[in-house]
């Protein structure tokens, strides 16, 4: 034994002497990855099951999910599970577990703590991310599941080693979603209580923090930092940074974390932290293209369900598509930091076909004569965003529909849900959705409340229902086509912008190129590529 | 005294219970339902709002549920925030040491300052210093203090890059000297404007006092100037003072709300105005209360410290 | 005060009064001519209000015409304070934002006051349980941050610049409450209230018709010197959101534009210029109503 230890001591040193050798003065640096969070309302640290914005990294290096995404969000490595298969069909998923995993309290991952955490997801009872519950859905016997009726999900068998999920209906994005569903320990969490996110200020959660992945919670002090260090019970392969410091500091935006020092990477949409980091030296930007649209959503009918008679004919819907110079106001107000798009798809996707409403007032005039528009009525909109962008649009739009002689009237909401839905004095709202992919925007037309605002839903059923299984590329780019038409025929929505993911990494970390995807959903960041140069 | 102590006591009480019930009525009343807050864009439907309406307990007559609030402040946990669902007590607990620190910060330093030159001005009456407190007197009176604010960034972080733009704690921040350079601006942002008006009152107020018969009297008496100041003049122009200063407060902790908002300082502003925008009425009276406990716990101190001071001032009456 | 405290007489007393109220009005312009603070106030405020009423004649812009190609300019011979994020030109809407926001601050400053004058006219002169309970009533309204009354009423009854200037009266009153209450006060006491009671005038007669004139000095002060909070108020409102619309140009929802980090930190033009105007008009209304107060009233200096 004591021999052995004297060896080992030897070996380290050896190593140490070696390593400082080859990187002369490189092995001085510390591999210690500093993050940093603005504090949120509730004053949490870490939120495993609803990770948020810039929460999600470290999120990725506790937690294993079932497969692991690339950047782009598809299925493409093992990760707990070893193999996926789907059937000809779309309608049964088989998964076999990989040997050997363990829990970071070195216990082993088995299929019973899977199992157990897809019951979490159909439950209904903790909040978890929509599109992934949106997807659990096609599981089979998940409405009697989730009604309670019965306490076993009738779409999944398994065994030790493989897990056989049966959908009721084939879903394309199935497989790829699987690689957002991080297996909780279900020895730790059993007894926890998820209903309403009542398991953040529960002390098992927070007290023993048992996790998957490459590195575990090695000190937590609520409310200012934790610290993450490697899991000694993690099989891949190792990280070059061996310390990750999450620091919570209370400030509202990250670019003035960033200017007082220790954040090596963030990421933000917000056009502050842009105008500001490009203002502060030892920092580079990677933009991401992410599907954060804003758009209008239009309304026809009054809180009793009558017709209120104005944007309800299309033509007038084009006409304000028509009547607003949007190139000139998205390149004014964004620079290239937000893209034009018109339809449910990112414009540099593609397969996207929009573009097809070029600034043409007198067009714009024309559609509105043609419809018999009634010009004494003032279009209302509803907005609820209070920065000075969104003022920015909403009197953009104000002032071109009313060089064609249209009024419009830019109302600012805070119960938007409220007054949207029910009020509905409106004619159009000013939204904002940020998505996992095209489907779900595309998913926007089949809800209830948008429904009931447009009767978009059985316009856009068949087609949302092609979507959903296409499974090929060939398919999906003919789906998505469809539906780009029917967005354009129909103008339910109409998009106005989607803005970029600024990724800001600093000088003195190195990251391998073009390693960023969507930084808010899981995906292999290649973590273990990473280190500190400086 | 102790029957004084009681009617106050008792009058602060009744003040509390009339306050609290019309903020209640009131944010009841302003058509916008805190539940759709909690619902949000993606899940609210007319149906889905009377479900969890029903499940919270929200559709209890107003009396009922006027009464549970009481119920949850006596117990101390301060119930639940209906449009975002945090616990109002943790909440308060993180952002209202916050809110403290720097009004009572822009307090004390704007007092210091303020009655210390507004004094000078007063004694040395038409000199240098009179005329400058006077300038930053009538400036401090006409500058809003989000405006202040403004500047302050502009001067001291963007141009001269000494002091951050926002927050309270930076990232690895452990003692109170790590954070002391956020905590400069927006205290000077709340105390500049307040400092003009106690430098004016203060000025002014002793200028009376040193104008009244029996500062002649003593004077006359050949007493030493700075006794007369410091014996006659200023023990009497204090209490006036002190009453106006206790005005101030309100106007602070009201001021803060925007310089809390322009710093990111993390305190009851950015919440408050958050959960009146919802008519979350728990939030908003609790917040609203610990003021009003602050400002009548304070107004009562101060007559206390009033008769004190002065003795032909009776608590009695 | 000269008018009402010439008791009943002959007309050559009465003429003795007016003689010796022009004299006295004389007295005060002269006064008030030397005093060079608050003439610079008046030509100051004379500047602004001639500037909102004529804006269309002043700028060949529109206020709200967006220009993409030109947004955040610096000053320039075109922009004279420069333009904002939509290009638009500063001056223009400084001229036209100083329409909205001089409006309602003058019009909240005169409703409220005349709430408070006749709260504290009740108040003072019926004294009793009435005057008790208006006095415990402005104690309320005195013990919590008035930010937070104002933004609850509005809240209740909604945004708007009618409402907003609403507001600002139903939570404004307190102060001249309590100066009017204490004129009443006294005033009930004088001779002349005394003579007019007992000829039988009604109350509400002598409230109003008698002793209300000798009142008016200190209200007239009273309604100068709330001006000033009511533009920083409606700034500060609209700065947190809460104001008249967004889209409607006034100085406080231009200084909105500060909220944006690109803005406060590296175009500070969009919001010192709408600012300093904010400052320099109440500045100017300080310094006016300073002096006002010492013409009129040279007892409360």
Known sequence: MKLTRKLLA????????????????????????????????????????????????????????LIQADKDLNAAQPEIMETWDISEDGTVITMTLKDGLLWSDGTPITMDDVVWTFERYCDGKGNYWSFVVAAMKYIKGYDAFHAGETDKLEGLTWDEKTLTIELSSPYASFLNLMCQVAPLPKHIYENCS????????????????????????????????????????????????????????????????????????????????????????????????????????????????????????????????????????????????????????????????GDWYEFDPDGAKALLDEAGYDYSHTLKIFYYYTDQTTVDVMDAIAYYMGQIGVNVEAVYTSAVAQDVYEGRTQDMAYFGLSAYDSLSWYQMYLRDNMDSMLGCKSVFADGVAELEVAFSDELKAESLAKLQNMDKENIFFLPVYTLNQQVWVSDRLSVPDDCFGNGWFFYDYQFEDWEIVK | ?????????????VMIIIISFAIFVALNNTGVDPISFKLGLDNYTPEAAAELREKLGLNAPLVVRYLRWWKDMLSGNFGYSIAHGYSIRSGLIAKWPATLEISLTAMIVSTVIGIGIGMLSAIWQNSIVDYLGRMIAAIGNSVPEYFFALILIQLFSVRLQLLPTSGRVPAGAVTFWDRLPNLILPVAALAIPMCGNLMRYTRNTMLDVANQEYVKLARSKGIPEWKVYIKHVFRNSMRPVVTVLLFRMTLLLGGSVAVETIFSWPGVGQVLTQAITASDYSVVMLYTLMMAVLMLTISFLVDLFAALLDPRVRLDK | MDKVNAPVGGHQAIANARRLGTSLRKKRIRKFVGNKLAVFGLAVIVVFLFMALFAPFLTPYD???????????????????????????????????????????????????????????????????????????????????????????????????????????????????????????????????????????????????????????????????????????????????????????????????????????????????????????????????????????????
């Open chain 3, 63 to 301: 206020p709200l015409e967006p220009n993409f190609g030109q947004t955040l300019k610096g000053p320039s011979a075109e922009h004279w304070f420069g333009t904002d994020s939509m290009g638009r030109d500063l001056y223009t809407r400084v001229l036209y934002g100083a329409r909205v926001s001089i409006l309602i601050a003058v019009s909240s400053s005169l409703i409220a006051n005349a709430i408070g004058v006749v709260m504290g006219a009740f108040g003072g002169y019926f004294g009793g349980w009435l005057d008790k309970g208006l006095v415990r009533l402005s104690e309320l309204f005195a013990c919590f941050p008035q930010l937070i009354i104002v933004l609850v009423v509005m809240a209740f009854i909604g945004p708007g610049t009618f409402n907003l200037i609403l507001v600002f009266a139903i939570t404004g009153w307190t102060g001249t409450f309590r100066l009017v209450r204490a004129e009443y006060m006294s005033k009930k006491e004088e001779t002349y209230v005394k003579a007019c009671e007992a000829f039988g005038m009604s109350r509400l007669k002598i409230m109003f018709f008698q002793i209300l004139p000798s009142v008016m000095t200190t209200v007239i002060i009273q309604v100068t010197m709330n001006i000033p909070g009511y533009v920083m108020s409606e700034a500060g409102l609209s700065f947190l959101g809460f104001g008249v619309p967004m889209s409607t140009p006034t100085w406080g929802t231009m200084l909105n534009a500060a909220k944006s980090m690109k803005v406060l930190l590296y175009a500070p033009g969009v919001w010192l210029v709408p600012g300093c105007a904010i400052s320099l008009f109440v500045l100017a209304v300080n310094f006016f109503g300073d002096g006002l107060r010492d013409v009129m009233d040279p007892r409360q200096q």
């Open chain 1, 194 to 353: 998820f209903e309403d996110d009542s398991f953040k200020v529960d002390e098992i959660w927070r007290e023993i923090p048992v996790n998957s992945g490459a590195f575990v919670v090695t000190e937590h002090s609520e409310g200012s930092y934790y610290v993450l260090e490697p899991n000694p019970y993690y099989a891949g392969k190792p990280s070059k940074i061996t310390k990750v410091v999450c620091n919570v500091a209370e400030a509202s935006n990250y670019s003035t974390l960033a200017q007082t020092g220790g954040v090596d990477m963030f990421v933000s949409t917000s056009q502050d932290d842009y105008a500001v980091m490009t203002n502060t030296t030892g920092y580079s930007m990677k933009a991401v293209p992410i599907i954060f649209f804003r758009f209008l959503a239009f309304n026809f009918f009054d809180a009793d369900g009558a017709s209120k008679g104005f944007v309800d004919d299309v033509r007038v819907r084009q006409a304000i598509a028509k009547g607003v110079d949007w190139h000139t106001v998205i390149g004014g107000l964004f620079g290239d930091q937000a893209s034009f798009t018109q339809t449910g798809v990112l414009a540099d996707d593609v397969n996207y076909i």
């Open chain 2, 1 to 13: 005294m102790a029957k004084y102590v009681a009617k106050r006591l008792l009058l602060t009480l």
């Open chain 1, 10 to 65: 030897l070996l380290l040193a050896l190593m140490m002497v070696l390593s400082a050798a080859a990187f002369a003065e490189g092995a001085a640096v510390e591999q210690t990855l500093y993050l940093t969070f603005p504090s949120s309302n509730n004053a949490n640290t870490y939120d495993f099951l609803y990770p948020w914005d810039n929460e999600t990294l470290p999120n990725n290096l506790l937690w294993l999910t």
